[in-house]
């Protein structure tokens, strides 16, 4: 299609403020970017779409507009949402280079700039499928109308008699259809999901075939902007991943062509939704980031707490009080043949960035496997440093389970629900690492479950296969005392035992710590005990009682006795 057709489509609300000699130019696709160098990520021909956040100052233009040129991007479209007016500094470069530039409206979306495009582009389609095509924009519109995946999957349903799915890879059901219909089971999107993955990794071009019983599944790899699956975007393993797949129930080998290319632009259709959650996940990431580098360099309690205090609200939107939190720390290595980017241990340590890998995979597995849609992933804060990815989970309560165990986040159950799929996108050259932390309910302890999650993690890394996990719990108290463990691992430990008792004697003036002490020292007897604190052994009964509910601990038990000991002494 022509650049001047899109000018002519009111409907999508572009204005022209440069490169009026240019019009006759001809777009070939479509892609949205706030990259300060997507060149990667471009083939020639497209309509660049950007809503600025590149740009810091007058000087990124210049070079933001040179790599667009040097790609053979037809043109360049900014939205007016973010600054107001597109800067003028744009608009000089762009007439510098011959560039179009056009202002999107803020009130139109970039979803639907691309539905047009990826329409337009292509062309007619026969029947019913041009009538899919042309409804599609209700998928893609911000407003009440719009209705995200599942109006696409229900189209397809009621135009072509196709049932279809949108999933994770980690097999999570992300949208499905509504229309009546069995469910497709936990373990099948498991299965089409490892399926795919270990496609994707042999290079194969989608849709992947799998047969189930009797039931053929044809899977169409879902990338967005910059993702595995443009041509130009390197590396399978950047994200594969993390890239959602649509599964439909058909063979799609007898397919026409025409029906084929309407799958493909519905994957596109779905990317933009997909790139639409990774531009909401922004503001959760640079907090994560902030609270990050504050543990890391070992700021005050008060203003790590102050930071935490600003993230609340944005993870867990109406909670009254500052909630607990949990690290999750996970590590993505692949092999790479020759000396070349090795770390003398096989695993490669340049190239392919593991952080990033590990941060939007993270961001994927964190989502409880149970879960539909995009949205529970809104609570989850992921930043990377170096290779790996860290993840700051808020739970609005810490509350104690019929196994002892407390809630949240448990390192066994996150591997079984991830361990299938993603080894089959890790085989033959990767490995992923998991380390859970427990919980904690103060800043000071933040950076003891920092370590704490980060040796969970290379316990993980001790152990065979390509998908591991270890929690806090597999850190044996004895582990405490060895000269490499880091204080601030010490010093988690002694939070999580003693913090709750010091709280409540705090409150209630009840003693409980000079209890536990005396209680330890007299090697756990009652009348001893009681007789030393001048107190009824029915009243030492109740403060024991209270510091194993407050502790989720059992003081009956030589291990936990043995915790208690450790924590008091190092405290």
């Avoid at 099948?188 to 009797?214: D, I, K």
């Avoid at 001893?528 to 059992?554: F, K, P």
């Amino acid at each position: 299609m022509r650049l001047r057709a899109l000018l002519d489509t009111d409907a999508l609300g572009l204005r022209l403020l440069g490169g009026e000699d240019e019009l006759d130019r001809t777009v070939r696709g479509v892609m949205t970017t706030d990259l300060r160098d997507p060149s990667r990520y471009l083939s020639g021909g497209e309509l660049v779409l950007t809503g600025l956040a590149w740009r810091h100052d007058a000087t990124d233009s210049e070079p933001f507009v040179r790599i667009l040129v040097g790609a053979g991007v037809t043109a360049l479209a900014a939205g007016e949402a973010e600054l107001g007016d597109v800067p003028e500094d744009l608009v000089v470069a762009c007439a510098r280079h011959r560039l179009p530039l056009l202002a999107v409206n803020e009130s139109v979306a970039f979803a639907t700039i691309t539905e047009h495009v990826v329409r337009q582009v292509s062309g007619e389609r026969a029947g019913d499928l041009a009538a899919v095509v042309d409804r599609h924009r209700r998928m893609m519109t911000s407003g009440p109308a719009g209705g995200g995946p599942d109006v696409v999957l229900d189209l397809l349903g009621s135009d072509l008699d196709l049932r279809a799915w949108v999933l994770s890879p980690t097999g999570r059901l992300i949208s499905g259809p509504k229309v009546a219909g069995p469910a497709l089971p936990a373990d099948l999107c498991a299965r089409l999901a490892g399926e795919h993955l270990a496609a994707a990794r042999t290079g194969r071009r989608g849709p992947y075939r799998v047969g189930v019983g009797t039931t053929t599944y044809s899977l169409f790899p879902i990338s967005g902007a910059g993702r595995t699956g443009n041509a130009a975007a390197g590396d399978v393993r950047e994200t594969v991943l993390s890239d959602w797949l649509l599964a439909v129930e058909a063979d799609a080998g007898d397919w026409p062509a025409e029906r084929l290319d309407l799958l493909h632009g519905v994957t596109q259709l779905i990317a933009v939704e997909r790139d639409r959650r990774d531009a909401a996940r922004t503001v959760r990431r640079r907090l994560a980031q902030e609270v990050l580098e504050l543990v890391q360099a070992g700021s005050a309690p008060a203003e790590i707490a102050a930071r935490l205090r600003v993230a609340a609200p944005v993870l867990l939107p109406g909670l009254g009080a500052a909630p607990h939190w949990q690290v999750v720390v996970a590590r993505v290595e692949w092999a790479e043949q020759g000396p070349a980017g090795e770390d003398g241990g096989g695993r490669r340590t340049d190239g392919i960035g593991g952080g990033p890998v590990a941060q939007a995979l993270l961001e994927e597995i964190l989502v409880d496997p149970l879960a539909t849609g995009p949205e529970p992933s809104d609570r989850i804060a992921v930043a990377h440093t170096g290779d790996e990815a860290i993840a700051l989970v808020p739970l609005p309560a810490v509350s104690t389970e019929h196994d002892g165990s407390e809630s949240g986040i448990h390192a066994d159950t996150l591997l079984a629900s991830v361990r299938d799929p993603l080894s089959a996108g890790l085989d033959g050259d990767g490995r992923l690492t998991l380390g859970v932390s427990a919980s904690v309910h103060s800043a000071e302890g933040l950076r003891g479950a920092l370590e704490e999650a980060r040796h969970a993690r290379r316990v993980a890394a001790a152990r065979p296969g390509r998908v591991c996990a270890a929690g806090h719990q597999e850190l044996a108290s004895h582990v405490l005392l060895l000269p490499f463990v880091p204080d601030d691992v010490r010093r988690a430990f002694t939070a999580r035992l003693l913090d709750p008792l010091r709280d409540y004697d705090r409150r209630h003036r009840a003693e409980l710590i000079p209890t536990l002490e005396a209680f330890l020292e007299c090697d756990g007897s009652w009348t001893r005990c009681a007789a030393r604190l001048h107190l009824h052994v029915n009243t030492l009964r109740y403060r024991v009682g209270r510091i194993e509910q407050l502790t989720s601990r059992d003081l009956s038990r030589l291990e936990d006795k043995l915790d208690f000991f450790l924590a008091l002494r190092m405290s």
